[in-house]
T-cell receptor
Framework: AQSVTQPDIHITVSEGASLELRCNYS??????LFWYVQSPGQGLQLLLK??????LVQGIKGFEAEFKRSQSSFNLRKPSVHWSDAAEYFC?????????????FGTGTRLQVTL | DGGITQSPKYLFRKEGQNVTLSCEQN?????MYWYRQDPGQGLRLIYY???????QKGDIAEGYSVSREKKESFPLTVTSAQKNPTAFYLC????????????????FGQGTRLTVV
């Protein structure tokens, strides 16, 4: 069965500093991977996705992620964090059960940005 | 504007009562999902549906029920059998291409916060 692990529950960075959020996945085939962001009390917004091809994918709001098959990882990065990036970030893997598609999420990483 | 609408935004329930959360989408998506979110536990899948009149149990289906009578609608009922229903509930939809059903880029509603009083 597929699973996603986000080892960091909470991360604090200073505004302007670089950011890396970790994500490890378990999936038997080529994974479809996603990063979502959630502001407090809101729904989730897609930041970026990876299906195949170039292992470095660009997303919205200046985020990027790198797929590393050998490490089963899909880490999210941003060179310079803005205070508005404070939110919760979720990594997810897409799968198909034979009858339906679904997304499996990690437990999330809450990002705090200090000024 | 296309999107997913969840209602109500806040819902209060007395113990022993059933309540129904609404989820409507006008994105013409085939697949719809219900997730429950609790602090520190991420999003856990309750039920999902690939097509009308068909749905599957997710990881935490006990105490919940759904229906999918229309493509646009996927209501969730939280029954009295759900022992700890207080949570934030998120509905999502996607349209996986027939070329690869794993491509589940999902769009989310704004959520319903359910509180048992």
């Amino acid at each position: 069965a597929q699973s996603v692990t986000q080892p960091d529950i909470h991360i604090t960075v200073s505004e302007g500093a670089s950011l890396e959020l970790r994500c490890n996945y378990s999936y038997g085939a080529t994974p479809y991977l996603f990063w979502y962001v959630q502001s407090p009390g809101q729904g989730l917004q897609l930041l970026l996705k990876y299906f195949s091809g170039d292992t470095l994918v660009q997303g919205i709001k200046g985020f990027e992620a790198e797929f590393k098959r050998s490490q089963s990882s899909f880490n999210l990065r941003k060179p310079s964090v803005h205070w508005s990036d404070a939110a919760e970030y979720f990594c997810a893997v897409g799968s198909y059960t034979g009858t339906a598609s679904k997304l499996t999420f990690g437990t999330g990483t809450r990002l705090q940005v200090t000024l | 504007d296309g999107g997913i609408t969840q209602s109500p935004k806040y819902l209060f329930r007395k113990e022993g009562q059933n309540v129904t959360l609404s989820c409507e989408q006008n994105l013409n998506h085939d697949a719809m999902y219900w997730y429950r979110q609790d602090p520190g536990q991420g999003l856990r899948l309750i039920y999902y549906s690939q097509i009308v009149n068909d749905f599957q149990k997710g990881d935490i289906a006990e105490g919940y029920s759904v229906s999918r009578e229309k493509k646009e609608s996927f209501p969730l009922t939280v029954t009295s059998a759900q022992k700890n229903p207080t949570a934030f509930y998120l509905c999502a939809s996607s349209s996986p291409p027939r070329t690869d059903y794993r491509n589940t880029e999902a769009f989310f509603g704004q959520g319903t916060r359910l509180t048992v009083v």
